[in-house]
């Protein structure tokens, strides 16, 4: 029979929590979004470790970790979810215990779910032209949302940005002279990213026309703005993409594909695995081999489809 969460723990677990949440900001340099998704994870562990008799943080150990991440394997959750939950609850445990705010680390031989490998979408040469083009026509009526509309999509397959990369970039981070463009990534570590003839065009030509329409004077330098004059958000962006997929009547993709995709056709076209490591901002070179994979897989199709004795 399972007990009551004890209520003298609250307070306890509330600080505790919020000097984790500090450390992955200050001392780890996480996004935001990180952040909130490993608070997340521990409060839900530390729920759960209270509900099961561990009145206090020092009282959960391996057994528990366990049982929470198998009741999570149980109510089929994914294993990226569980996977992500385990790493949340290491990290937090480390830090408690090197900080002495734990007597020893439960978590130490806690092992969890790894993620599947999940091949990333890739548009074809051919799709993300249709794209572009669609979302360059549109922009002929003078819009200022849909010249801001074709910038941006432009410049996320010409630079491989993630969506937040580009809501953050303000337009002195823009160089079009030398058609580069700085952002910064995940960790807050920053980068400079070159980008083609076709962005620069799109870019000027918001810049030029429609960013002036829609900036009022309390407008801040983001590159993007809304309607209202706000900077962009990543919502909006997404939704800017899913739209003009749906004119161009390609495959439904998400922001993110225009990245996959800007990856792998600088792979197919020669560029080496280091380069594209440091164009796409990946700490590990590992992550970037995932785009090894989708090339090989497209060269396997098109033998498959091309060959005489495939």
Do not use: N
Request: charged share 25%.
């Amino acid at each position: 029979m399972q007990t009551p969460e004890p209520t003298a723990t609250t307070q306890e677990r509330t600080l505790l929590v919020a000097d984790f949440a500090l450390h992955l900001r200050a001392q780890r340099g996480l996004s935001e979004h990180t952040v909130r998704a490993y608070v997340g994870d521990v409060e839900q562990m530390l729920g759960y470790a209270f509900r099961h008799g561990r009145a206090t943080v020092d009282a959960v150990d391996l057994a528990t970790l366990r049982g929470w991440l198998a009741s999570m394997a149980t109510a089929h959750r994914s294993r990226a979810t569980l996977a992500r939950r385990g790493a949340a609850v290491r990290t937090f445990f480390e830090w408690a215990a090197r900080t002495g705010r734990v007597a020893a680390d439960p978590a130490a031989r806690l092992a969890s779910a790894r993620p599947g490998v999940t091949l990333p979408t890739v548009l074809g040469t051919g799709p993300v032209g249709e794209l572009l083009d669609t979302a360059r026509a549109r922009a002929e009526d003078g819009d200022p949302v849909h010249l801001r509309d074709w910038a941006a999509l432009e410049l996320l397959y010409a630079s491989g940005v993630r969506v937040g990369e580009a809501c953050g970039v303000d337009v002195d981070d823009v160089d079009l002279a030398e058609r580069t463009i700085r952002v910064v990534g995940k960790g807050d570590k920053e980068r400079v990213v070159p980008f083609g003839r076709p962005a620069a065009v799109a870019l000027r030509t918001w810049l030029d026309l429609g960013r002036p329409a829609l900036a009022r004077e309390d407008s801040p330098a983001a590159l993007f703005l809304g309607r209202r004059g706000g900077r962009i958000d990543q919502r909006q962006l997404r939704e800017v993409v899913h739209q003009v997929a749906a004119l161009a009547g390609v495959d439904d993709v998400a922001p993110h594909a225009l990245r996959h995709t800007a990856a792998t056709h600088l792979l197919e076209r020669g560029s080496d695995l280091r380069s594209v490591q440091e164009f796409l901002g990946h700490a590990s070179l590992a992550t970037t081999q995932r785009y090894t994979h989708v090339s090989a897989e497209r060269l396997r199709s098109a033998f498959e489809l091309a060959h005489p004795r495939a």
